[in-house]
């Protein structure tokens, strides 16, 4: 059996060039096809089976009502990155061509295509989601032919089938240096409440003959033909944007402006101004030395976590990141909790925008604890555009999973400790602990000295519903309590004394032999997904090594085998910084290998599932690498690093660009 299963796995791992920096697929089967996304933290572009063509395009803080559970959905927009070819009249589909490749270069986050129309041409195309434009992309392709053709390419702008009342254009801006045409989209979201808009142009070096062609509701292109001599090679670029009401008031003049700078900008500087962006990001980075694969592994996760997200933002991240509209691309405690602390250590300008997401929405958190009655900021727990409960009312996890509130809490104060940032702590870190600590101070039924408990919630292990004194429930109120207490003292506020109080008296339940018990009435069955592991890290309410081990001993046999992957790299944390480097290497990898789908080694959820990107997942994972093996800390400190050891296949694990010092650390 474990021979198969190593034998299945091997089968799913992509295939990779000998850098450390590229994933390759040269074999794509459509029916077992998991799209990469190329994202610049703004605009998803979901890679397609077919050549030169997009499957989805997802866009960041762009909501409306429909679909499932009657509650904000994220957005498609218009897929406007597709293009079609006709060589000699014939429409070249994945029957006419040969040696179909796909690769991945993450160290410039581009999407190469490469394939041969035998005898006739070689196709590459290239694409990128801008890094230094949020909302524009670019393709190049570079022909070169083989025999005497003509060729026509054309750019095509496709509707989803969730935009309405579409209207597409095309117009001719000319002048005596440059004619730009633009081929646009412009639609209604599903409920009209917002406008969505794309357009695109191409860049020639000299100036091509151009027709739109206006098809059907659906698309239109915009295309072009060009003789070709064999050996001669031809490049040209399509530059696009996509934009909504969400993000501005006039999104269809917007998509055309930005369509035309980045046309006027050309390809040279396009591209350099997007290397320079990925240049500074990848200052954070994870080295390991001894071990190719694991090394391309943890730069995939890496990778898919920088694209999803962006800084200078008000925006945060969904479980799926921008690779679909898995969870509707609602915001959850993965959030705060699994994807935070990586980028907290390595893009803490990432992470601000995170927590800017969380205090643009305070207002809708304190109305949501009113309506429950209780003080403070009750955060919701999947939430979208306006920041009110987006979970569908059927899911108990609405009103009942109320750890959120302190995972929101406990990363406020995280960033604090890694920035020293006093003023942020004023503005924004502090007016959100405050809440936070008045929300659970509010929420505790105080029945005895010892035994504030907190009754009928949801914990992190969601099979067992409106349960009493939950194991990570408590303890995260316990910890930002004590937070809050502690972000007052620094900026020379009295804290409530109250605060203190009531942590001081909220249980943590145990067994009889001292293993924490998950809730007031858990009794040994299996679990989703780790909850009282999560007291010894990432929280520190369990510190005592005999608790951790028993726990870890206890609980590690009942993880259901088709929970998230999050709980193997809670494990592989917890055993790495006790010492066990071998034990957690191998959880380590049960916490993502089993869920790497083909053709990329793209990440599902749950092993066996088909819903990638899952970039919950793979927070989770870097922590493993980060807090675990490389043994960092936040701490009053800052970070700090405490001696760890590295399973017996690496020779050396470097962790790069950390905080606000980009300093470097490093594990022998």
């Known amino acids: 059996m474990k021979t198969l299963f190593k034998l299945f796995l091997f089968l799913l791992l992509p295939v990779h060039a000998a850098d450390d920096w590229t994933v390759t697929a040269s074999t794509i089967t459509p029916a077992s096809y998991h799209g990469v996304t190329v994202a610049n933290g703004m605009i998803g572009l979901v890679s397609s089976s077919e050549p030169m063509k997009v499957k989805d395009v997802v866009l960041n803080g762009a909501y409306d009502t429909y679909g499932r559970g009657r509650v904000d959905n994220i957005l498609k927009g218009f897929n406007f990155m597709n293009m079609t070819l006709d060589v000699d009249g014939k429409r070249i589909d994945a029957a006419a061509i040969t040696g179909l490749t796909q690769r991945l270069d993450m160290r410039r986050a581009l999407f190469v295509t490469e394939f041969d129309i035998p005898g006739k041409l070689h196709v590459r195309h290239e694409m990128a989601a801008l890094r230094h434009l949020p909302f524009s992309a670019i393709a190049t392709i570079e022909l070169r032919a083989i025999g005497n053709i003509a060729v026509t390419p054309a750019s095509v702008i496709e509707s989803p089938d969730v935009l309405r009342e579409v209207k597409n254009l095309y117009a001719l801006i000319d002048r005596p240096h440059a004619s730009i045409g633009l081929t646009t989209s412009v639609g209604k979201s599903p409920s009209g409440k917002h406008t969505v808009a794309a357009s695109t142009s191409f860049i020639f070096d000299k100036p091509e003959q151009l ?18 001599k064999a050996g001669e090679r031809f490049t040209f ?18 998509a055309e402006r930005l369509t035309i700078y980045a046309a006027l900008e050309g390809r040279e500087r396009l591209m350099a101004a997007h290397l320079k962006a990925w240049d500074q990001l990848w200052q954070g980075d994870i080295v390991i030395e001894g071990d190719a694969l694991a090394q391309l592994d943890a730069r995939l996760m890496l990778y898919h976590l920088y694209s999803f997200a962006r800084e200078g933002t008000a925006y945060s991240l969904s479980p799926m990141g921008l690779s679909g509209l898995g969870y509707n691309g609602h915001v959850f405690w993965d959030a705060e909790l699994w994807m935070y602390p990586p980028l907290l250590a390595l893009q803490p300008g990432i992470a601000k925008s995170m927590l800017e997401y969380r205090y643009q929405r305070l207002a809708a958190a304190r109305q949501n604890a009113f309506s429950h009655g209780y003080k403070g900021a009750m955060f919701p727990w999947e939430s979208a555009s306006e920041g009110q409960e987006a979970t569908p009312v059927w899911a108990l996890t609405g009103p009942f999973q ?10 406020f104060w995280k960033y604090y400790e890694v920035t020293q940032d006093r003023q942020w702590l004023r503005e924004r870190g502090y007016p959100v602990l405050k809440e936070v600590a008045d929300f659970w101070a509010s929420r505790v039924e105080r029945t005895g000295p010892g035994r504030y408990d907190i009754n009928n919630v949801i914990g992190a292990n969601e099979w067992q519903e409106n349960i009493d004194n939950n194991a990570f429930t408590n303890g995260m109120a316990i910890t930002v309590l004590r937070q809050a207490t502690m972000a007052a003292k620094v900026l020379g506020i009295a804290p409530d004394p109250d605060w203190a109080k009531v942590a001081d008296n909220i249980p943590i339940l145990t067994f009889a032999d001292g293993t924490t018990r998950e809730n007031r009435s858990y009794d040994g069955v299996p679990i989703k997904q780790a909850d009282a592991n999560l007291l010894a890290y990432p929280l520190a309410i369990v510190s005592d090594k005999a608790r951790i081990a ?3 001993a206890y609980y590690e046999t009942r993880m259901a085998p088709e929970g998230p992957a999050m709980s193997w790299s809670i494990l592989a944390t917890l055993y790495a910084r006790g010492g066990q480097a071998d034990k957690a290497h ?4 049960k916490s993502y290998r089993p869920n790497q789908l083909a ?12 819903n990638p990107y899952f970039a919950t997942g793979a927070g989770g994972s870097l922590q493993a690498l980060i807090f675990g093996f490389g043994g960092l800390d936040f701490g009053e400190k800052g970070i700090v690093q405490r001696r760890t050891a590295l399973p017996s296949p690496w020779k050396s694990l470097e962790l790069r660009g950390v905080g606000p010092q980009r300093a470097t650390f490093k594990v022998n």
């Not at 109320?402 to 990363?411: D, F, K, L, N, R």
């Not at 191998?586 to 990898?589: F, K, M």
């Open 402 to 411: 109320q750890h959120i509130t302190g995972c929101v809490g406990w990363a």
């Open 211 to 228: 027709v739109h062609e206006d098809w059907d509701y659906q698309m239109h292109a915009t295309k072009f033909t060009r003789a070709m």
């Open 237 to 254: 670029s399509v530059v696009g944007s996509v934009i909504s009401s969400a993000h501005v008031a006039d999104a269809h003049n917007e």
């Open 550 to 552: 028993r726990d870890l």
């Open 599 to 610: 053709p990329f080694g793209v990440l599902a959820e749950t092993a066996g599932g088909t």
């Open 586 to 589: 191998a959880l380590y990898l």
